[in-house]
């Protein structure tokens, strides 16, 4: 892993929408207006970065960064990130 990014890819359902709406229940603010592709997000809330991506074969691709540096902090706070995410794919 490098500088605190965490990716995993699974074979769930996607839904209609992609799962950025996981963050609010980390307490992230999301903002009222979010532009995406119909097969890709990006999120940036200040240090955090998150990227969700459709691919064939009914996967999806989820990275998440937070901060700059790797560091364990930015590990688990990714990690905690990616775990809510996946429960919503």
Request: hydrophobic share 35%; glycine share 12%.
């Amino acid at each position: 892993m490098h500088g605190g990014a965490r990716i995993a890819s699974g074979a769930r359902g996607h839904g209609e929408s992609f799962p950025l709406e996981a963050l609010q229940e980390l307490k992230y603010t999301l903002p009222a207006q979010r532009e995406h592709a119909a097969d890709s997000a990006e999120l940036s809330l200040g240090e955090l970065k998150v990227h969700v991506a459709r691919h064939p074969g009914d996967m999806t691709r989820v990275s998440v960064r937070v901060g700059t540096f790797d560091s364990e902090e930015h590990r688990r706070r990714a990690g905690l990130i990616l775990e809510q995410i996946a429960g919503e794919l």
